[in-house]
């Protein structure tokens, strides 16, 4: 890790009040070390770990990914209803769903356009408005 990269993985926790433990500085480091943003899994977070000779365990993944999202530092995509895609772009945007690779990548937000939702059923607000869409290479 460089010190750059260090320092920006620091931040990155230390902004959302979470301590700069050493498996929470790897998965940062791996996470927004270069300063760019990630789509990642569990699955391929724990990959990543593993290539850059980094021990953490799987749980410990899903345990971290869970702790950034809850400090509000990533958020949780759900595609199918069972896998789990982390991304750590905050800004309100679009996802392209790749279904041949299972890649999950951001789509251009200036050209969606949602023009009504439908309204909350009482008692309830509307957090978010997710948006996936799914791919087919032709």
Known sequence: MTESETDRSANWLAGAGLRPTRQRMTLANL??????????????????ASQADEKVSLATVYN????????????????????????????????????????????????LEISRLPTAPDGAEIASVDVVIRLRRT
């Open 31 to 48: 996470l927004v070390g270069d300063g760019n943003d990630r789509h990642v899994t569990a699955e391929s977070l724990f990959d990543a």
């Open 64 to 111: 971290t990914l869970r702790a950034f999202c809850d400090a509000g530092l990533m958020r949780e995509i759900t595609v199918d209803g069972s896998k789990s895609y982390f991304d750590t772009n905050m800004t309100d945007h679009p996802h392209f769903y790749w279904e041949d690779s299972a890649r999950l990548t951001d789509a251009p937000a200036e050209q």
